[in-house]
């Protein structure tokens, strides 16, 4: 994928909050290049975060999207790809697990739609967690409906709450669905933890039938950890509360 007007958008209010001191990473080398339909909508999400810029500032003779990253405070982005067609830096296969010499070097780790290409997903992931350092975010940006065909997966998310935060014990930021067409009638929608609540998430008739990104910002902590496993929310509030009756009418017969 690349950085299109939507993504845009949501990077140019991530830089008011956040700018990396150390090494960041990009997943495959991202696209940047203005959609003459969305044109003015550049300029006003520029000026609605307070940045003095024009949109053609962000711009790059090749059409890649380090200019932008790098004007946006997020540093000289280095690239990660199975190849280097596209002038990767650093050569990795996502289906495996990075070496030990790129475990927590990085601040911040952009996915604009890479993840959703990767057959092994939980190792990706995985490797995602080996790379960040305390403190380091992971943006991430791939297709939650709408994108059939386009890659291996789509994705729930039911993986962020599951994986990122209850298995792996990182914040995270913000989970939403985002469409991919800012103009086709619906706002981005923020998912709750479905944790609190003990039922699945219901997405019916929240988003729409047309490409839409599950965009969401997570931040691993000293407190993090990778798990040996994750369990979908849902049913392990109904395990959890199984077993806990169990285990009190076994204390009832037992008195």
């Given at each position: 994928?690349?950085?299109?007007?939507?993504?845009?958008?949501?990077?140019?209010?991530?830089?008011?909050?956040?700018?990396?001191?150390?090494?960041?990473?990009?997943?495959?080398?991202?696209?940047?290049?203005?959609?003459?339909?969305?044109?003015?909508?550049?300029?006003?999400?520029?000026?609605?975060?307070?940045?003095?810029?024009?949109?053609?500032?962000?711009?790059?003779?090749?059409?890649?999207?380090?200019?932008?990253?790098?004007?946006?405070?997020?540093?000289?982005?280095?690239?990660?790809?199975?190849?280097?067609?596209?002038?990767?830096?650093?050569?990795?296969?996502?289906?495996?697990?990075?070496?030990?010499?790129?475990?927590?070097?990085?601040?911040?780790?952009?996915?604009?739609?890479?993840?959703?290409?990767?057959?092994?997903?939980?190792?990706?992931?995985?490797?995602?967690?080996?790379?960040?350092?305390?403190?380091?975010?992971?943006?991430?940006?791939?297709?939650?409906?709408?994108?059939?065909?386009?890659?291996?997966?789509?994705?729930?998310?039911?993986?962020?709450?599951?994986?990122?935060?209850?298995?792996?014990?990182?914040?995270?930021?913000?989970?939403?669905?985002?469409?991919?067409?800012?103009?086709?009638?619906?706002d981005p929608v923020e998912f709750p933890d479905p944790a609190h609540t003990g039922?699945?998430?219901?997405?019916?008739?929240?988003?729409?039938?047309?490409?839409?990104?599950?965009?969401?910002?997570?931040?691993?902590?000293?407190?993090?950890?990778?798990?040996?496993?994750?369990?979908?929310?849902?049913?392990?509030?109904?395990?959890?509360?199984?077993?806990?009756?169990?285990?009190?009418?076994?204390?009832?017969?037992?008195?």
């Amino acid at each position: 994928m690349g950085v299109d007007y939507v993504l845009f958008d949501r990077l140019t209010e991530l830089s008011t909050r956040f700018q990396p001191g150390g090494r960041t990473l990009m997943l495959g080398r991202q696209t940047f290049s203005i959609q003459s339909q969305y044109r003015q909508l550049y300029d006003q999400s520029l000026e609605r975060c307070g940045i003095k810029a024009s949109r053609f500032d962000f711009l790059q003779k090749d059409g890649y999207a380090e200019t932008l990253m790098r004007k946006l405070g997020f540093g000289e982005m280095e690239v990660m790809d199975f190849s280097d067609y596209e002038g990767a830096q650093i050569l990795h296969d996502l289906n495996i697990k990075p070496p030990k010499a790129l475990e927590k070097q990085f601040d911040l780790i952009f996915d604009g739609g890479t993840i959703e290409h990767v057959f092994n997903t939980p190792v990706a992931l995985e490797g995602v967690y080996r790379m960040l350092k305390p403190g380091g975010r992971f943006i991430s940006a791939n297709g939650l409906n709408g994108w059939y065909g386009h890659g291996m997966y789509q994705f729930n998310p039911e993986l962020v709450w599951t994986f990122w935060k209850r298995a792996c014990n990182c914040n995270v930021i913000s989970c939403r669905a985002v469409p991919k067409d800012p103009l086709v009638g619906f706002d981005p929608v923020e998912f709750p933890d479905p944790a609190h609540t003990g039922v699945r998430l219901k997405l019916y008739n929240q988003i729409g039938p047309g490409r839409t990104y599950l965009y969401y910002e997570v931040e691993k902590t000293r407190q993090s950890h990778l798990p040996k496993y994750a369990l979908q929310s849902d049913y392990e509030t109904k395990w959890h509360g199984h077993d806990n009756a169990g285990a009190t009418r076994f204390e009832e017969a037992r008195s």
